[in-house]
């Protein structure tokens, strides 16, 4: 069966054409071919014909194709629905920053998490996606807007930690210097909240940003919205992340989605400021999205800024995520399912 390429380390290249009898450096011409974004090994220029032939019959590279785009009259956001290999589709969105263009891509297609207020949870989960996949969907982006990617979000469709290996793949893959060269410090990865893979990613002692998918002050609000809190109540999970920032020294921010009468109140932030008290964290609100079927509606503003005023008297620092793509549905996952009805529909 053939290999992805497009997942491999140089190093495992290097190993796979000296099995073939081919030297080092011509894993490194093809390396770079490959992490240049190829689509095809006929594009490879440099290498022989006949050591093509044994690459097509070995080895397959990935890559996205947009079936479709959608972009903002508002600000420009990018919202692409794009297809692998073998038509499985995932979504990612681009967003234009005064400091760059920053990526959100998905790590599966689907999720297995479940949460209430998500549209891609609704969809149920089909499979993880490779490390080369990941990658191909900031190629598209960049491709098709002739632009460079400087930062990116593992916060599209799918929770990381539970695609852990290939998603740790994708980070030494994007941040080599031989690759994508987008630095660690670049990239912010969400979980909501997987306790033993956050214990695992403490050790690897990555300078990335660590989001934690918190949105509620107690157990009994997050095991409603968030059925992975009733395997990982939220004290094993402050546990874990103070173990994190504790091996890596970087801050940890708690995404927590702002939900009219579920957990918005004064008395849910005076919760939650004693929950975080002495951590080095920050607090990003989250206005929710109106995802059909839940019922959920947005924290009003006046009640936003209540919230945030008992997290500043507490001592922490909590701001609003500025809310790009509005018009065009910039969250994951509605894009997606409103394509899988066409095709039940043609």
């Known amino acids: 069966m053939p290999k992805d390429i497009g997942s491999m380390y140089l190093s495992e290249l290097k190993e796979e054409l000296a099995l073939l009898g081919e030297p080092a450096y011509r894993a490194a011409q093809i390396y ?3 992490q240049s ?6 594009e490879m220029t440099n290498v022989s014909k006949k050591l093509r032939e ?4 070995n080895y397959y590279i990935s890559f996205a194709t947009i079936e479709k785009k959608l972009i903002s009259d508002y600000d420009d956001t990018r919202k692409y629905l794009l297809s692998f290999n073998d038509g499985e589709t995932v979504e990612s969105v681009l967003m234009k920053y005064h400091h760059g263009y920053t990526s959100c891509i998905s790590t599966q297609a689907g999720c297995k998490m479940g949460c ?5 949870g609704q969809g149920g989960f089909f499979r993880d996606l490779t490390a080369s996949e990941m990658l191909s969907q900031l190629r598209a982006e960049q491709e098709d807007n002739g632009i460079r990617i400087s930062n990116i979000v593992l916060m599209g469709m799918g929770e990381p930690l539970d695609n852990y290996d290939n998603v740790l793949r994708f980070l030494h893959l994007v941040s080599s210097e031989d690759g994508m060269n987008i630095g660690m410090r670049h990239i912010s990865l969400s979980t909501c909240g ?4 956050i214990y695992e990613l403490a050790e690897e002692r990555l300078q990335l940003t660590l989001s934690v998918s918190l949105h509620a002050p107690n157990d009994q609000i997050r095991s409603r919205t968030m059925p992975v809190n009733r395997k990982y109540p939220i004290g094993e999970l402050l546990k ?3 173990y994190y920032i504790e091996k890596t020294g970087r801050r940890i ?3 927590y989605a702002m939900i009219d009468g579920v957990n918005d109140s004064d008395a849910n932030a005076a919760e939650l400021a004693l929950r975080l008290k002495g951590m080095l964290c920050h607090v990003n609100l989250i206005p929710v ?3 059909g079927g839940t019922g959920y509606k947005k924290s009003r503003q006046e009640r936003i800024r209540s919230f945030i005023a008992v997290l500043e008297k507490a001592g922490l620092t909590a701001t609003v995520r500025r809310t790009l793509g509005s018009d065009i549905n910039a969250s994951c996952g509605q894009l997606r399912r409103a394509y899988k009805k066409e095709e039940k529909t043609e």
Not at 37 to 42: L, P
């Open 32 to 34: 770079k071919w490959v």
């Open 37 to 42: 974004g190829v689509k095809s090994f006929d």
């Open 54 to 57: 044994i690459l097509i019959k």
């Open 116 to 120: 209430t207020f998500c549209a891609t």
């Open 194 to 197: 997987l306790v033993p893979r």
């Open 240 to 242: 874990a992340c103070r």
């Open 253 to 255: 921010s708690f995404e």
């Open 289 to 291: 999205n109106a995802v």
